[in-house]
Nanobody
């Protein structure tokens, strides 16, 4: 079992920055990959970024590449999403998720555990 709690969301102006955090508990944090996803009103949940269990490999959605950075601190059981140059279209509820089977994935259905989400609103 894995429990995930996100924090760091809020209201920011376009062009600004936010850093999201996701604290994990339960299963050994360094044994699984972590992903960030988001869901805007009326839209499906979509992939944002993923990091493998060691932190040595990452992957990003094209829409955030070059603006967002995913990282993790295995000593603190925490994964981060640094979001820069925010746009109005980044407005969504952001979720962290744990992928506890081998490897890592961009696919929503591959993640077994989810946080409750944190709202990010970017005003234009």
């Amino acid at each position: 079992q894995v429990q995930l709690v996100e924090s760091g969301g809020g209201l920011v102006q376009a062009g600004g920055s936010l850093r999201l955090s996701c604290a994990a508990s339960g299963r050994t944090f360094s044994s699984y990959a972590m992903g960030w996803f988001r869901q805007a009103p009326g839209k499906e949940r979509e992939f944002v970024a993923v990091i493998n269990r060691s932190g040595g490999a990452t992957n990003y959605a094209d829409s955030v590449k070059g603006r967002f950075t995913i990282s993790r601190d295995n000593a603190k059981n925490t994964v981060y999403l640094q979001m820069n140059s925010l746009k109005a279209e980044d407005t969504a509820v952001y979720y962290c998720a744990a992928h506890t089977t081998p490897g890592y994935s961009n696919y929503v259905g591959a993640y077994e555990y989810w946080g409750q989400g944190t709202q990010v609103t970017v005003s234009s």
